[in-house]
């Protein structure tokens, strides 16, 4: 079974671009998590989705970033414009319903700001 | 603010040895789940604890609940070099069942 897809896996922009990064969830999985990681802040939950609609986008640093999930298959999250202390790896994340535990970690993308 | 400090921050250790890493905090998390990160990669859960006092075995991996649960820990018996990785403990907050809050994480590698 394929697993949580990430694109692009590695993004390298320019100060004041606008990057768009894109997920895929496990089919049948009903929830959605966008996270950060970085050395200084460690892994962060920027924003929840379930079934769909965000639940909770508290942890979205600043009206730069937005993140959309149209249908059950596909979520991006976009950062415009984009800034160098935005440079991380995203994940994404997706999780089943039925108050299943798990969550499934997608491989990231590195994001470079210069 | 609950906070999940884990310790030591990096280790470095021979294949064979044996290690024990931490994860702490103040508050009482209601369970606590232990991922491990490899390069390149997202975290993989490994294990969900959630009895004060609970002890799990994962092949060479032993995860321990703090009977307070404020704390866990993470033993690993003869360290292979596929062991080598990121240990993070994540527990839930808050009113929802869906946030978590990561740990600061271990760096262990292990040589061949």
């Known amino acids: 079974d394929a697993g949580v897809i990430q694109s692009p896996r590695h993004e390298v922009t320019e100060m004041g671009q606008e990057v768009t990064l894109r997920c895929k969830p496990i089919?049948?999985?009903?929830?959605l998590f966008w996270y950060r990681q970085t050395m200084m802040r460690g892994l962060e939950l920027l924003i929840y989705?379930?079934?769909?609609?965000?639940?909770?986008d508290s942890g979205m640093p600043e009206d730069r970033f937005s993140a959309k999930m149209p249908n059950a298959s596909f979520s991006t999250l976009k950062i415009q414009p984009s800034e160098p202390r935005d440079s991380a790896v995203y994940f994404c994340?997706?999780?089943?319903?039925?108050?299943?535990?798990?969550?499934?970690f997608g491989p990231g993308t590195r994001l470079t700001v210069l | 603010t609950q906070l999940l400090e884990q310790s030591p921050q990096f280790l470095s250790i021979q294949e064979g040895e044996n290690l024990t890493v931490y994860c702490n905090s103040s508050s009482v998390f209601s369970s606590l789940q232990w991922y491990r990160q490899e390069p390149g990669e997202g975290p993989v859960l490994l294990v969900t604890v959630v009895t004060g006092g609970e002890v799990k075995k994962l092949k060479r991996l032993t995860f321990q609940f703090g009977d307070a649960r404020k704390d866990s820990s993470l033993h690993i018996t003869a360290a292979q070099p596929g062991d080598t990785g990121l240990y993070l403990c994540?527990?839930?907050f808050g009113s929802g069942t869906y946030k978590y809050i990561f740990g600061t994480g271990t760096r262990l590698k292990v040589l061949a």
């Open positions: 994540a527990g839930p």
């Open positions: 994340a997706s999780r089943p319903s039925g108050g299943v535990d798990t969550q499934y």
């Open positions: 089919s049948g999985h009903n929830s």
């Open positions: 989705f379930n079934n769909n609609v965000p639940i909770d």
